[in-house]
């Protein structure tokens, strides 16, 4: 993974959000330095208030599935050997530490939230950086966990709405200021009853 080159461009897509008024940028990445030459490359663009949620600790996960499916966004370029998969540049999910590492240093570096993702299985992720950080943590509920709830609802495993909303409910008890998730119109439906 070429970091430097791919943070160039993530300047660049930010910039052109920024300009499209675009009040958050969030790239999806994990590549060293982002955080920083985000905010240099929007300051030095005139905008000084565009945030930047960071998805400081996402891990290399199976959770991730479906969605991958949905775009088949594996890792492929014809005739260059490219990684089998995210591995070399998201977290191993036996790591809890690295995690806090980079939630610290992506705050440092400027950012004004920073995202755990996925989010049920690594709620202990949440809670430490949490602990650890002085800005909101928001959280990505994934393609899978979205799936595994739809599955089992369909085959009556599990009450769908009351497993979303425990799910949901127990990421927030967690920690997270914010929950990004597939189910968010219908968790909305059942909030506003």
Same mark, same amino acid.
């Not at 985000?38 to 930047?52: E, K, M, S, T, W």
């Not at 991730?64 to 260059?80: I, M, N």
């Given at each position: $993974?070429?970091?430097?080159?791919?943070?160039? #461009?993530?300047?660049?897509?930010?910039?052109? /959000?920024?300009?499209?008024?675009?009040?958050?940028?969030?790239?999806? &990445?994990?590549?060293?330095?982002?955080?920083?030459?985000?905010?240099? *490359?929007?300051?030095?663009? =005139?905008? /000084?208030?565009? *945030?930047?949620?960071?998805?400081?600790?996402?891990?290399?996960?199976?959770?991730?599935?479906?969605?991958?499916?949905?775009? &088949?966004?594996?890792?492929?370029?014809?005739?260059?050997?490219?990684?089998?998969?995210?591995?070399?540049?998201?977290? &191993?999910?036996?790591?809890?530490?690295?995690?806090?590492?980079? #939630?610290?240093?992506?705050?440092?570096? *400027?950012? &004004?939230?920073?995202?755990?993702?996925?989010?049920?299985?690594?709620?202990?992720?949440?809670?430490?950086?949490?602990?650890?950080?002085?800005?909101?943590?928001?959280?990505?509920?994934?393609?899978?966990?979205?799936?595994? $709830?739809?599955?089992? #609802?369909?085959? =009556?495993?599990?009450?769908?709405?009351?497993?979303?909303?425990?799910?949901?409910?127990?990421?927030?008890?967690?920690?997270?200021?914010? $929950?990004?998730?597939?189910?968010?119109?219908?968790?909305?439906?059942?909030?506003?009853?």
């Amino acid at each position: $993974i070429a970091n430097d080159a791919t943070n160039d #461009a993530l300047v660049k897509m930010a910039v052109s /959000h920024a300009q499209a008024g675009a009040d958050f940028v969030a790239p999806s &990445d994990m590549m060293d330095g982002r955080v920083l030459r985000l905010r240099q *490359g929007l300051d030095a663009a =005139g905008f /000084h208030n565009v *945030g930047i949620m960071s998805y400081s600790a996402k891990y290399a996960s199976a959770f991730y599935g479906p969605f991958r499916d949905a775009l &088949d966004s594996a890792p492929k370029v014809a005739d260059v050997e490219v990684p089998k998969d995210k591995k070399t540049y998201q977290m &191993d999910y036996a790591n809890r530490i690295e995690a806090i590492k980079e #939630a610290l240093m992506d705050v440092e570096e *400027g950012a &004004d939230m920073v995202m755990v993702k996925p989010g049920i299985a690594y709620l202990d992720i949440v809670r430490e950086v949490k602990n650890a950080v002085n800005v909101p943590v928001t959280v990505f509920h994934v393609s899978g966990e979205y799936a595994m $709830i739809k599955a089992a #609802a369909e085959r =009556g495993w599990l009450d769908h709405d009351k497993i979303m909303m425990e799910q949901l409910m127990c990421i927030k008890r967690a920690g997270a200021s914010l $929950i990004s998730t597939y189910f968010a119109k219908e968790a909305a439906i059942i909030l506003n009853k």
